[in-house]
């Protein structure tokens, strides 16, 4: 199926869930609202004309000076019909997503990795934990305020004072 | 089990709960070379995050380049001459026999067939001289650049190939000789670590290890990228899904990369091999000397990279893993402002508790290195 179908078939199903269309470089973004969500996402893959099979990637991304500051694109794949969707969700910051990863199992380690990363948290995950930082890690990385060399990184470092052994 | 067992390809450690010897419950714990790529490149241009990408899938780098450079393309809206995509698709393809190779040398290594890792290292040894031929770098070439290719290939790099191609069929043959039929492999094998299509679908297994499971997604077919379309070759699926049937594909697959670097090396076409728009390629070096211009547009192009126009866009290329997709937010400047890398074998790593429940001990060394997972993308 083309962009225009695939649109018309979820604006068929949810004429006031899509806030925001885009088509940019061939790919289809659209951006949706908080209310339909989750059964948004359970109608792309379930729907037997659209059957996103695949859950690729889920992406985060941290607007700093926008409100709502964060965005979640899902990037949705099909199959068996060969078309690709983005389906973007605006978070506040402190909002609570419903997870997804009843719907795909892929979504599970995706939601962990934004939850350690960017710090949005999803309600009904099964196991939501950080992943690739250590348990006991403040803070978010990918979120903009986080300063690039870490927050314990020592500045004031003076390389005079290491002591060596004068051979 | 893990970090530093030597079955687990890198960092991987894999808590496991046990009865008797019998897996009820698997907690794979990440991490451990996690350098943070994706905030290192939201720091510098785009040219300087293409060898960041080189350190993603270090067993495959010339593919991690083209992915990167590829949806900067894409979202630049530059088109590539089509001498570049040919040699870019020799590249990727080599590359991906290269991950194979690290692949078929290790899996079999773990299951306790000791001769195949030497026949495999010794024809990816050949491999490395063809990468260090074209690019100067054995193992990171970081040869793809945004707009086209580092610099034109040599009659040396054709020589190399053409040899490559003549020789590697008999290697192949003798990879099947050694493990195919041989009565150990087998039943190490087949009926481990069976998984469903759709189950893998779910789970997000692409590549070679969903084909395994019959399922023919193979992003170079279902969207063709960088001239794929040219070329004739065949996606191998298996069957059943289990540990023998993701050999048998990763081996076909052997066959017909090398059949498409068959096809571009003897379809070489002349012309160009960098994009034709002076604020992404770099100028020849022959007319920076006489051109003060060009010198300028080089040293520009160097120190600050392209400016690339805001907008949001993902592109996904066949890895040799599987679906490597990279999601990159463009603010209008020369530097990223959100570069998201979707690695297959993170997913893959997730699969895994899934993969090993009601397996022996002995049968997680079969099942890590049948899905084929490099630590370097997982943690990036």
New interface residues.
């Given amino acids: 199926m083309d962009n225009a179908h695939i649109l018309s078939r979820i604006k068929t199903r949810f004429p006031a869930a899509v806030l925001e269309e885009k088509e ?2 061939g ?1 289809l ?1 659209i951006t949706v609202e908080k209310e339909s969500f989750p059964d948004l996402m359970r109608f792309l893959r379930d729907d037997d004309q659209l059957s996103f ?5 889920i ?4 607007y700093n000076s926008r409100t709502p500051r964060f965005a979640l ?1 899902y ?1 949705l794949f099909s ?1 068996n019909e ?1 078309h ?1 969707l ?1 389906v973007i969700r605006n978070v506040e910051d402190g909002e609570e997503i419903p997870s997804v990863s009843a719907i ?3 979504a ?3 939601e962990r ?1 934004i939850f350690d ?1 960017l710090g949005i948290v999803f309600s009904d995950h099964p196991d939501l934990r950080r ?4 348990d006991n890690f403040e803070g978010h ?2 979120r903009k305020d ?1 300063p ?1 060399l870490g927050k314990d990184f020592d500045t004031t470092f003076d390389p005079d004072t290491i002591i060596v052994d004068k051979v | 089990m893990g970090p530093h067992h030597p079955a687990t390809h890198g960092v991987l450690r894999l808590v496991l709960e046990l009865d008797g010897e019998t897996i009820i419950n698997v907690t794979p714990h ?2 451990q070379l ?1 350098r ?1 790529i ?3 490149a ?2 510098m241009n785009y040219q300087k995050v293409i060898p960041l990408t080189d350190r993603l899938d270090y067993t495959a780098a010339s593919l991690n380049n083209l992915g990167y450079c590829m949806t900067v393309e ?2 630049l ?1 530059i088109d590539v001459p089509k001498r570049a995509q040919y040699i870019r698709v020799i590249m990727s393809e080599l590359a991906r026999i290269m991950g194979h190779h690290l692949w078929l040398g290790s899996h079999a290594l773990d299951i306790g067939a000791m001769t195949v890792v030497f026949y495999a290292f010794r024809d990816r040894e050949m491999i490395m001289n063809i990468n260090e031929e074209a690019s100067g770098y054995r193992l990171t070439p970081s040869y793809v650049r945004i707009g086209g290719i580092a610099r034109d290939i040599t009659p040396d790099f054709i020589t190399l190939v053409r040899d490559f191609v003549k020789w590697f069929p008999k290697a192949v043959e003798g990879y099947h000789t050694l493990l195919t039929n041989n009565i150990i492999w087998r039943k190490r094998t087949m009926s481990i670590g069976v998984i469903s299509g ?1 189950e893998a ?4 297994i ?1 590549g070679p290890s969903l084909r395994g499971s019959g ?1 023919a ?1 193979d992003v170079r077919k ?2 063709p990228y960088c001239s794929y379309d040219d070329f004739d070759f065949k996606v191998p699926v298996g069957k059943t899904g289990d540990v023998y049937d993701r050999y048998l594909v990763r081996m076909e697959e052997f066959r017909q990369s090398l059949n498409i670097i068959d096809q571009a090396i003897e379809n070489l076409p002349e012309g160009p091999v960098k994009a034709d728009n002076p604020w992404v390629s770099n100028p020849d070096i022959d007319d920076v000397l006489d051109d003060i211009g060009a010198l300028i547009r080089r040293f520009k192009i160097q120190c600050e990279g392209p400016r690339v126009p805001a ?4 592109h ?1 290329i066949e890895g040799s893993k599987g ?1 490597l ?1 990279f ?1 990159l ?1 463009g603010d209008g400047s020369n530097i990223p ?2 570069l ?1 890398i ?1 690695s297959p074998c ?2 893959l ?2 699969a895994l508790p ?1 993969l090993l429940k009601g397996h022996m001990i002995a049968d997680v060394i079969a099942i890590i290195g049948s899905i084929d997972i490099v630590l370097g993308e997982i ?2």
């Fill in positions: 940019s470089c790919d973004h099979t695949l859950l690729s990637d992406a985060g991304v941290d694109v990037i199959c060969n690709r983005q795909w199992k892929s599970d380690w995706a990795e990363l992943i690739l930082t250590w990385p990918l986080y690039l | 990440i991490g996690h943070g994706e905030k290192i939201e720091s894409k979202l809206g759709d679908l779910d789970l997000g692409t399922i997604y279902t969207s907008g949001e866009v993902y996904a679906e997709g999601y937010v402002y959100r998201k979707r993170y997913y790593t997730g899934r943690d990036r």
